[in-house]
């Protein structure tokens, strides 16, 4: 199967942080997923319950998936179809870097300058803890070997627990943070959340979430925003 490079690949994402980097590098997919940015491309379904057939149907040269977004069953069967799969494993600001890098041989240099800005980014030399639940009822925390945990790293906050991915969590076997963020996706946290951690006696701020874990072109000023809340919040601490 050939691929022609550049704008001219037809790719399906599976992953709406790939169809804003795509976007970006002024590639519009012919398939996404329901929750892609919008575009002129056909909806595929979700990142876990993907038409598979219609998705073959569009005859991409590349389709764009993910091992903790997509299910490998999905993959596979694309795959089985003669279709050409990428498949992106992301734990850390280097891993989205490197996917960027790989991705230059399909998308060339805007995806390799994507690259070089993401890898460009400094790590923080002062940290403080953070309590981030991503997810409540049950309560699930956001942990560490994830994309989301290396971002908050180099803007300066240290996820609690330091537990890998998500771990489910019970809020009274929690170590206590320095602050608390919550992010409005993939749960929707708010102001009435608050409550929840009043008794903790620490600052708690509402975050956008898809700053935190939509790693892409957002990436480097994800970081610079989450710094400058790390400064404001070191100085309120200090008060």
């Known amino acids: 199967m050939a691929v022609h490079g550049r704008a001219d690949v037809r790719v399906v994402s599976l992953l709406p942080s790939m169809t804003e980097s795509l976007l970006s590098w002024g590639v519009t997919p012919v398939g996404i ?11 595929i379904r979700g990142t876990k319950n993907p038409d598979v057939e219609a998705i073959i149907a569009l005859a991409p040269d590349l389709v764009i998936a993910n091992t ?12 089985a179809a003669g279709l050409r799969v990428h498949i992106t494993h992301v734990e850390s600001l280097a891993d989205a870097a490197r996917c960027c890098s790989d991705l230059g041989q399909y998308f060339g240099e805007p995806a390799r300058e994507l690259s070089a800005r993401i890898a460009a980014i400094p790590m923080a030399s002062e940290h403080l803890t953070v309590f981030c639940p991503v997810w409540r ?15 908050l790293a180099h803007a300066g906050f240290a ?8 771990p489910r969590v019970e809020l009274s076997e929690v170590p206590r943070p320095a602050v608390v963020l919550l992010p409005d996706e993939p749960y929707a946290f708010g102001d009435a959340d608050h409550e ?11 975050i956008d979430g898809a700053a935190l874990t939509w790693w892409g072109p957002r990436t480097p000023d994800a970081v610079v925003e989450f710094a400058a809340l ?3 919040l070191s100085a309120e601490l200090r008060r």
């Open 230 to 232: 790390f400064g404001e």
């Open 159 to 166: 996820v609690v627990p330091a537990i890998p991915r998500y």
């Open 33 to 43: 997923t329901d929750w892609c940015p919008p575009c002129d491309a056909t909806r």
């Open 137 to 151: 009822d049950p309560w699930i925390a956001l942990g560490i070997q994830t994309v989301a945990a290396d971002l």
């Open 196 to 206: 929840a951690f009043e008794s903790w006696g620490v600052p708690i701020r509402n």
């Open 68 to 79: 903790e977004e997509n299910r490998k069953v999905d993959v596979e069967r694309l795959i």
